[in-house]
């Protein structure tokens, strides 16, 4: 039997047995466009945290094929688009956060609205502020 799929395999022409690595590839193009800013993010000059490393260190090692920052995605940072949403008012003391997104949400949480000011959430970083003109 070993000597008949010998056989077999010394009769297929060379050609149907390419190796994964000699595929041919087109040059990949940079995902970001050469206009946007080298900062964090297009919307962020810095790091937001101090366990946040700087983009061009953090990309680095054996894990990470591609570390030329021109060919890495520019996904804009949540913290300056959260800081656009506006702060929801609510009647109570208290508010419901879930991150409204049904199952794409996160787990509910209440947000005590006594102290003064806008309060966000531990997950999603939405603000609340009690609303002191509703009358009861």
């Not at 021109?70 to 300056?80: D, G, K, S, V, Y």
């Not at 000011?117 to 609340?128: D, E, Q, T, V």
């Amino acid at each position: 039997m070993l000597a008949t799929r010998a056989l077999r395999t010394a009769a297929k022409p060379s050609h149907f047995r390419l190796a994964h690595n000699l595929a041919v590839r087109p040059t990949a193009a940079p995902h970001a466009p050469p206009s946007l800013p080298t900062g964090q993010a297009p919307n962020r000059e810095g790091t937001w945290t101090k366990g946040q490393a700087k983009r061009e260190d953090a990309m680095v090692g054996p894990r990470f094929e591609q570390t030329a920052q021109q060919f890495q995605p520019r996904p804009l940072a949540a913290i300056e688009l959260i800081a656009e949403e506006p702060i929801r008012l609510v009647n109570g003391r208290s508010a419901a956060c879930d991150g409204g997104g049904g199952a794409l949400g996160h787990p509910k949480i209440f947000i005590n609205l006594d102290k003064p000011g806008p309060h966000g959430c531990i997950y999603c970083g939405l603000r609340y502020e009690q609303d002191h003109h509703h009358h009861h």
